[in-house]
């Protein structure tokens, strides 16, 4: 089992930037594989972004080149650097353990045009 919460979510206008964290508790093995979603309103979770543990990455195409999905595996944590940022990003944004099909709680992003 493990426990993500994630943090870092808020209000930016367009074209701004924000990263979001995900700690990660209990079961490492749980992180090995990670990976950031959303849903908005609406609209079926996504995935946004997807890491290994040996730091090979995949994006979704929406978000190629303006997001970076990056791990501090010290710290177990995830992150999630936004930049660019467009209305059509506003979402709840979740981490997500495949290994442990455990989700974090999620964290509001909206983005004013």
């Known amino acids: 089992q493990v426990q993500l919460v994630e943090s870092g979510g808020g209000l930016v206008q367009a074209g701004g930037s924000l990263r979001l964290s995900c700690t990660a508790s209990?079961?490492?093995?749980?992180?090995?594989?990670m990976g950031w979603y959303r849903q908005a309103p609406g609209k079926e979770r996504e995935l946004v972004a997807a890491t290994t543990k040996g730091s090979s990455t995949n994006y979704a195409d929406s978000v190629k080149g303006r997001f970076t999905i990056s791990r501090d595996n010290a710290k177990n944590t995830l992150y999630l650097q936004m930049n660019s940022l467009k209305p059509e990003d506003t979402a709840v944004y979740y981490c997500?353990?495949?290994?442990?099909?455990?989700w974090g709680q999620g964290t509001h992003i909206t983005v004013s045009s």
């Open positions: 997500y353990s495949p290994l442990c099909r455990s």
């Open positions: 209990g079961d490492t093995i749980c992180i090995n594989a």
